[in-house]
């Protein structure tokens, strides 16, 4: 199996994240706008494609603030996710356009159900993938850098 390369979106807006809202037989989970990165095309370009499909919306990729490996055979989900070999890089990304009421978009991920904005002071209370990017993400949005390879984590 080869390893498949993943551009993610961290956008924040009034203290809020912007995720996908999908659904399992455990529940509701959420996670970061992006996706598989496409031949002959850059990391930035694949996360402002990714963007437009699943939300709709027009993004501006801004730094690279993350690295992280998932290696389905090392987590929870390796009954379903045993050969997957995923690199996440996660940008830090703003809206160029914002619709008032968001919508998916016009490709929206499979078992996609909607775009929500999640609060910063609740980001621990949701099923939000990968779970070890909750606190990351609350320290990035008070200007606390960390270390950018998080290795694999889920």
């Not at 609740?122 to 960390?146: A, C, E, M, N, W």
Request: net charge negative; glycine share 8%; with cysteine.
């Amino acid at each position: 199996m080869q390893i498949r390369n993943s551009a993610k979106a961290i956008i924040l807006k009034n203290e809020k994240l912007l995720v996908i809202q999908k659904k399992d037989d455990e529940g509701y989970y959420y996670i970061l706008p992006g996706g598989g990165q496409e031949h002959g095309e850059t990391l930035t370009e694949a996360v402002i494609r990714e963007c437009m499909e699943e939300t709709g919306e027009e993004v501006e990729a801004g730094e690279l603030l993350f690295i992280r490996e998932y290696i389905g055979k090392n987590h929870e989900h390796k009954a379903f996710d045993s050969r997957v070999h995923q690199i996440e890089y996660m940008f830090s990304c703003k809206l160029i356009t914002e619709h008032p009421l968001l919508k998916q978009g016009s490709i929206p991920d499979e078992g996609q159900l909607g775009v929500e904005w999640l609060p910063l002071s609740t980001l621990f209370s949701y099923r939000l993938y990968p779970q070890s990017i909750r606190k990351k993400v609350i320290d990035y949005s008070k200007g606390i850098k960390s270390a950018v390879y998080l290795g694999d984590i889920n």
